[in-house]
C-alpha cells in the first residue's frame, strides 16, 4: 500500500521553539516537495528536493529548513526565525523533477503557535 | 503575487447537473495545466491535466478546457455526483516552476 504519509496530523508550536514535521514516501519517487497553504491562497512551495542530499528553496523557503538523508524521508523544519507560522503544510513526492511529473501528496499537518 | 486565481471560493449543484469550476493565470509562460481534487483529511490527488498544445482534454465525466488568449482553464464535470464534493484546485506550470490556485470548494446536492 504505497504512500505518503505525514505526521503529525496537528503540532502545536510555542513561541521561539523550532518543531519539525515528518514525510515519509515508500512510493521510490525521487523529488519531494513542502508546500504551505493559508487560508484563501493556493499552495505555496517551500523546498524541494529533485535526489537525496540535494534541495532547492522555493517561493518561501525563510525560516525554514529541510533535510534530505534518505530516499523515503524529507522532514521539514519550522524554526522560530519563521514568524507568522500557523498554516496547513503538505508534502508531496513525484517520480522525478517537472511539471508534467504528477505530484502525489501527503494528507498534511495543520500547525498552530500557542 | 498570485499567478493563478481560482474566483469563486464554492460552487453548489445538483446531482446529474454539470459542474464548471474556473481558473485564471497570468503568467503567459506557463504550458501545462493540471487539476486536484481534495477531499477532507486527505491530500490533494491528481485528478486531469491539459498541455498549452490542446484546447481540450477528456477523461471520462470530466473535462478541461484551455483559452490560453483569455488565460482561462475550466473543469467541467458531468454528470456531477455526490461523490464529487471536494475541494479542486488548478495548478499553472512552466519549466520547473508550478503555481496552485487557492481551491473552489464543490458541494453536489442529492
Not at chain 1, 21 to 43: F, I, K, T, V
Not at chain 1, 45 to 57: H, P
Not at chain 2, 90 to 99: E, I, K, P, V
Request: proline share 5%; glycine share 8%; net charge positive.
Amino acid at each position: 500500500d504505497g504512500g505518503i504519509t505525514q505526521s503529525p496530523k496537528y503540532l502545536f508550536r510555542k513561541e521561539g521553539q523550532n518543531v519539525t514535521l515528518s514525510c515519509e514516501q515508500n512510493l521510490n519517487h525521487d523529488a519531494m516537495y513542502w508546500y504551505r497553504q493559508d487560508p484563501g491562497q493556493g499552495l505555496r512551495l517551500i523546498y524541494y528536493s529533485q535526489i537525496v542530499n540535494d534541495f532547492q528553496k522555493g517561493d518561501i523557503a525563510e525560516g525554514y529548513s529541510v533535510s534530505r538523508e534518505k530516499k523515503e524521508s524529507f522532514p521539514l523544519t519550522v524554526t522560530s526565525a519563521q514568524k507568522n507560522p500557523t498554516a496547513f503544510y503538505l508534502c508531496a513526492s513525484s517520480q522525478g523533477l517537472g511539471v508534467r511529473e504528477t505530484q502525489y501528496f501527503g494528507p498534511g499537518t495543520r500547525l498552530l503557535v500557542l | 503575487d498570485q499567478q493563478v486565481k481560482q474566483n469563486s471560493p464554492s460552487l453548489s449543484v445538483q446531482e446529474g447537473r454539470i459542474s464548471i469550476l474556473n481558473c485564471d493565470y497570468t503568467n503567459s509562460m506557463f504550458d501545462y495545466f493540471l487539476w486536484y481534487k481534495k477531499y477532507p483529511a486527505e491530500g490533494p490527488t491528481f485528478l486531469i491535466s491539459i498541455s498549452s498544445i490542446k484546447d481540450k482534454n477528456e477523461d471520462g465525466r470530466f473535462t478541461v478546457f484551455l483559452n490560453k488568449s483569455a488565460k482561462h482553464l475550466s473543469l467541467h464535470i458531468v454528470p456531477s455526483q455526490p461523490g464529487d464534493s471536494a475541494v479542486y484546485f488548478c495548478a499553472a506550470s512552466a519549466f520547473t516552476d508550478m503555481r496552485f490556485g487557492a481551491g473552489t470548494r464543490l458541494t453536489v446536492k442529492p
